[in-house]
């Protein structure tokens, strides 16, 4: 079998080990009494969703929880990162579900029964549809609604979580969601996306408040980090990856941790921007006691003569993975050390995903997945011995699982799935994982 290099005695005895997942992507929404989502709304206009795939079934996750749990106990691994629905708790957004509610009281007690850490994301991207309808993102409500949904689920399993994040990935809630559409709900539009940028921060934020108010501990942000770099030498380039860097990267650890956002960014966004949306950084910088980074790639941005932001990707020359996103381990180091450098000083950091898609038989022996693990993970450890401080490391994903518009086709587990089985298999990667883990 392929081995790591790395062992779990190279890391302080304290660094967390993981694996995340999220809820609409395994659970089978279809199950348990879960409202509708804007999610279902999404895969069932033709066009949006490879074969108009969507989470009904997904992993059964929903009933086969304690045999995934055991996988991630059996990995060696210290924590579960998973989401919670909150159209499953709340399946018309506001009225509570108690068989919901149940799944996942349920679902915390097996974690702790198998020594693993509930880390908790409140929020991956499953909006129930009756609040989309209301305007969803774009509704200035939806911050006062996700306060609700965080005091109702928090509530009842907030005592026994280890770590909790209102919302994974803001700028795919709001960017790649209503600027580029192509995730739920779907919109090309300028004004949803300044909207939706701006409060998708003052929800994260009010539930912050609100689980402070209940009493939790060890509350973080998760955001999500592409690295830019100019597809040339010229200035244009080097000004169209900075504007780039400021809407995907800056834009929303700026808003949290110094009360402002980019000014390349707000040259575009400032006029479409909500009523009093400045007055809300009181909210929105809810002091943190971690920040989460997602990676995964860089890209290489060219500018055009389109109107604002003006730019294209370009492909670059690197190897890629099944998204065709270049596999680019540097990055990773760089946004380490940036984010604690300019943004979170001594605040503890987690990777909180990073992984690639792969596809592969049951049987095969995943090389690519090891090799693309074994270069982050020795990048995130040279963030470590550069004064970074980097207290854990979660692998995206456990499972093979619904990979929203591109539905079932690619592949980030380090469980095999098959999809009309629903069989879980070990990879060669998630093996070689167990034993690294072990010495």
Known sequence: MTKFSFSRSDFPQDFIWGAATSSYQIEGHAF???????WDT???TPGNVVRAENGDTA??????????LDLIKDAGLDAYRFSTSWARVMPDGKAVNPDGLDFYDRLTDAMLE???KPCATLYHWELPAALAVQGGWQNRDVAKWFGEFTHTIMGKIGD???????????????????????????????????HAMHHVMLAHGTAIGVMRDLGLKNLGGVFNMEWATPADDSPEAARAAELYDGYYNHFFLSGVFKGRYPDTVMEGLGPHMPQGWQDDFN????????????YYTRKLIAPNTDPWP???????PLPKTDMAWEIYPQGLYEFLKRTADTYTGTL????TENGMAHACPAEDVDQPRIDYLQAHIAMARKAMDDGVPLKGYMIWSLLDNYEWALGYEKRFGLVHVDFDTLKRTPKASYQALAAALKR
């Open 283 to 294: 909210v929105i910088q809810a002091p943190l006691d971690w920040v989460g980074v997602n």
């Open 59 to 68: 992993c059964d996750h929903y009933h086969r929880y304690e045999q995934d």
């Open 310 to 316: 003006s730019h294209e990707e370009v492909e670059g």
């Open 32 to 38: 348990g009494g879960a409202g509708p989502t804007h």
């Open 42 to 44: 999404f895969a069932a």
């Open 114 to 116: 198998r020594g693993l």
């Open 348 to 351: 503890p950091l987690y990777v």
């Open 160 to 194: 026994r979580m280890h770590s909790v994040a209102p919302i994974n990935e803001p700028w795919c809630v709001g960017w790649l969601s209503h600027f580029l559409g192509h995730h739920a709900p779907g919109l090309r539009d300028i004004r949803a996306t300044a």
